[in-house]
């Protein structure tokens, strides 16, 4: 089973999110602000971030910088943010995927599925297949 860290400052959000990605076989772990989240991200075996970026405190810029720092764990930042500077910066920050609010359910769990299959690829090993 995949862990799925879920951050946001909203908790309407976070169990939103959970609502649409439990169902898919998928572990949510929640944080509320950056700090919390980045202790859960240190502990548990986490596969996916899913980030919001205005949050009080620590923002999701910095939490998607210090999880770079540590980890390759894909990261999705998820965020009412739809300006494209905001876009790019994000993904100069460290991002692999980037989803504005309100979002449609289907599309945010297929982009934590390829998210997740790309890890999972660049986890197997590879074969060189000869030809005859």
Known sequence: MKTILLIDDEQRMLDLLELFLAPHGYRCLQATDGQKAL???KTEDVHLVLLDVMMPGMDGWEVCRRIRKIS??????LTARSD???VVKGLDQ???DYITKPFDERELTARV???LR???EENQPKTIQEGP
Request: without cysteine; glycine residues 4%.
């Open 72 to 77: 390759d764990v894909p990261v999705i930042l």
């Open 39 to 41: 202790e859960v991200f």
């Open 84 to 86: 494209k500077s905001d």
């Open 118 to 120: 790309r890890t999972e």
């Open 94 to 96: 460290g991002a692999d």
């Open 113 to 115: 599925r390829v998210a």
